[in-house]
């Protein structure tokens, strides 16, 4: 099989992932994925991306030493291939993963090599959302106490609930978490709570799913859904809608994102693409796409 060209992310490129299956094994109730048999992938009917389809396609990456490839979904262990992934990819190519941490953390350590989650960075590679009511914060505790000891660098993140009760519970368990010398880290709460938008939003409106307007849109990321298509926004790609791309495309490289592409959709953008975050160097004030001409 021929290698395909390769892509290139450039300076201003800060995101590259890859979205393994979007199948996950925890239902959380404020899931943007529309899990399992619901989700707007499986609805869409669309094949997903062999093993071998995925390695290829990550072989094309030429990433710098500060753009590792994400592993995202769902969850993406739960991906069949993914343990064969992590392991046959060129061992140039950096990842980090974004899980509930509900695996076999056994099966993890023995399988996946560590060299593969490991570089510097101001945070870990392997990134643990914690839920509570789904994931169980002891045992998250005690297998990041295991990954940890087996050499793997792992944060805890919870969400700054605007629930009281809620938020106290997560800064208590941070409290705990720090205090057994482990790296837990508050997220900002987005989204709508008891009738108020929360999050900081670059544009007016964009995420409260009132009012459809147009635009363009150019995104800085590269990325792909379970059957590889690649999108514009986290929008689309949760929506199965307008791909730009597919990963094995031969013409797709990095200046196919580059460009600004025009959407009917703004005002249901997800608040991951436009809230004011802070990017790869943990500067504050990126955002992920620029969108322009709103009308
Ligand atoms: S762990 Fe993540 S992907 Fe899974 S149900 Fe919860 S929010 Fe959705
Ligand atoms: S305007 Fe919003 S929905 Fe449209 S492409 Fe940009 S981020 Fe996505």
């Known amino acids: 099989m021929t290698a395909l060209p390769p892509i ?10 890859f979205f393994l299956t979007l199948a996950c094994n925890l239902a959380c109730p404020y899931c943007i994925n529309l899990h399992n048999s619901n ?6 009917d669309r094949r997903a991306l062999d093993v071998g389809d995925w390695i290829r396609s990550a072989n094309r990456l030429l990433l710098r030493a500060d753009l590792p490839l994400t592993l995202q979904g769902g ?54 959302s914690y839920h509570p009511g789904q994931n169980d914060i002891d045992d998250l505790i005690v297998k990041t106490i295991k990954l940890r000891d087996a050499g793997f660098r792992v944060g805890l993140y919870g969400i700054e609930h605007p629930d009281p009760q809620l938020r106290m519970h997560i800064q208590e368990t941070q409290r705990r978490c720090l205090e057994l010398g482990l790296d837990f880290r508050m997220k900002e709460f987005l989204g709508e709570y008891g009738g108020k938008m929360f999050g900081t939003f670059k544009y007016d409106n964009c995420a409260t799913g009132q009012t459809m307007r147009t635009c ?12 590889g298509y690649v999108y514009k926004c986290h929008a689309d790609l949760y929506n199965g809608r307008d791909p730009i791309a597919h990963i094995l495309d031969p013409d797709f490289n990095e200046n196919s994102i580059d460009k600004f592409r025009s959407c009917s959709s703004f005002g249901s953008c997800n608040p991951c693409d436009v809230k004011i975050k802070t990017n790869r160097f943990q500067v504050f004030g990126h955002t992920s796409v620029e969108i322009r001409d709103i009308r």
């Open 8 to 17: 290139t992310p450039k300076e201003h490129h800060n995101y590259v992932a």
């Open 39 to 44: 989700n707007r992938f499986n609805q869409a």
């Open 75 to 128: 969850e993406p262990t739960l991906y069949p291939g993914f343990y064969r992934f992590v392991n046959e990819v060129k061992p140039e190519l950096k990842m980090d993963l974004m899980t509930n941490l509900m695996f076999d953390v056994n099966v993890f350590i023995k399988n996946v090599p560590l060299w593969r989650f490991t570089r510097e960075a101001p945070y870990a590679a392997i990134r643990v």
């Open 216 to 227: 363009v849109c150019r995104t800085t990321e590269i990325i792909v859904d379970p059957a």
